[in-house]
């Protein structure tokens, strides 16, 4: 099964932006349905978004406008653009991808902090 490992986190001053990467390996990418979600401190993971194989996205109401998921399946590689960040938005980012079947796999995280 594909491995994931997630990249591009940092500290943000609110209103900027940042693109985070997940890298697949071990796998066939461009079977899994793949996802982005995120855990603040002393709350529950929530999805942000998600991509379909075929490519289709829908987004937590909290982000619609501001980030955008895509995935370049060539690279192996799911990206979420963020923009306009928002202290709320501070949080560890994972990604996860699902086959058809049900299996998930989950990477490790990459944390964002947006505060001034």
């Known amino acids: 099964q594909v491995q994931l490992v997630e990249s591009g986190g940092g500290l943000v001053q609110p209103g900027g932006s940042l693109r985070l990467s997940c890298a697949a390996s071990?796998?066939?990418?461009?079977?899994?349905?793949m996802g982005w979600y995120r855990q603040a401190p002393g709350k529950e993971r929530e999805l942000v978004a998600r991509?379909?194989?075929?490519?289709?996205?829908n987004y937590a109401d909290s982000v619609k406008g501001r980030f955008t998921i895509s995935r370049d399946n060539a690279k192996n590689t799911l990206y979420l653009q963020m923009n306009s960040l928002r202290p709320e938005d501070t949080a560890t980012y994972y990604c996860?991808?699902?086959?058809?079947?049900?299996?998930?796999?989950w990477g490790q995280g990459t944390l964002v902090n947006v505060s001034s």
């Open positions: 071990g796998g066939i990418f461009r079977l899994y349905g």
């Open positions: 991509i379909s194989r075929l490519g289709i996205t």
């Open positions: 996860k991808g699902t086959l058809n079947n049900g299996l998930e796999v």
